[in-house]
């Protein structure tokens, strides 16, 4: 149990819909950073938020984008899906307070499906 | 750029042998992490490494971190059925965000 929480946990969307995936960070802790991992590969990094601004991005086109909230929970939003965003989304919860210790927590992720 | 890599990718392995994972990484990191993942689960947290000569050790499990070299190892001793998973060894530069390696599939048979 790590205390970061994502919803839903499963979810099929159509090829050019939109989605929107949502995640609690572990308490105490102020930078979210979300992940796509496909199918039998390793997690890939989005981007990441802190203090409600993003805070660096990967490899990723504009059409994913992000939210933080003032309580730290953030959201991911993927505009005009394609069939390659079919993967496991995971969100990372973290410190960057000192002495706040050095683990990334990982929620249990959204599984995205797009048909 | 930044860029890790896992060997082996798979390793299938009897119940009781010892066998390492390997990870290395092509620039300086601070800091070097160890993941586990049960097939259609999340990425649970094994160790965090900090420095040069860091070991730690949890149960069957021991990493190592050398620096210098650029590679941290995953050292499974005895190995038993319930260690079968993917482990994933990442790093990043002090900013929480991580550069995972390609994954270790590892199955443990009788």
């Known amino acids: 149990e790590t205390g970061v929480t994502q919803s839903p946990t499963h979810l099929i969307k159509t090829r050019g819909q939109q989605v929107t995936l949502r995640c609690s960070s572990q308490s105490g802790h102020n930078t979210v950073s979300w992940y796509q991992q496909a199918l039998g590969q390793g997690p890939q990094f989005i981007f990441q938020y802190y203090r409600e601004e993003e805070n660096g991005r990967g490899n990723f086109p504009p059409r994913f984008s992000g939210l933080q909230f003032p309580n730290y929970s953030s959201e991911l939003n993927v505009n005009a899906l394609e069939l390659d965003d079919s993967a496991l989304y995971l969100c990372?919860?973290?410190?960057?307070?000192?002495?706040?210790?050095?683990?990334?927590?990982f929620g249990e992720g959204s599984w995205l499906t797009v048909v | 750029e930044l860029k890790v890599e896992q060997n082996p990718l798979f390793l299938s392995m009897q119940e009781g042998k010892n066998y390492t994972i390997y990870c290395n990484y092509s620039t300086t990191s601070d800091r070097l992490y160890w993941y586990r993942q049960d097939p259609g689960k999340s990425l649970e947290s094994l160790f965090v490494l900090l420095s040069n000569g860091a070991v730690k050790q949890e149960g069957r499990l021991m990493a190592s971190l050398d620096t210098k070299a650029r590679l941290s190892t995953l050292h499974i001793t005895a190995a038993v059925h319930d260690l079968s998973a993917t482990y994933f060894c990442a790093v990043d530069h002090n900013t929480d965000k991580l550069i995972f390696g390609t994954g270790t599939r590892l199955q443990v048979f009788p």
């Open positions: 990372a919860s973290s410190s960057k307070r000192r002495g706040s210790g050095n683990t990334i927590y």
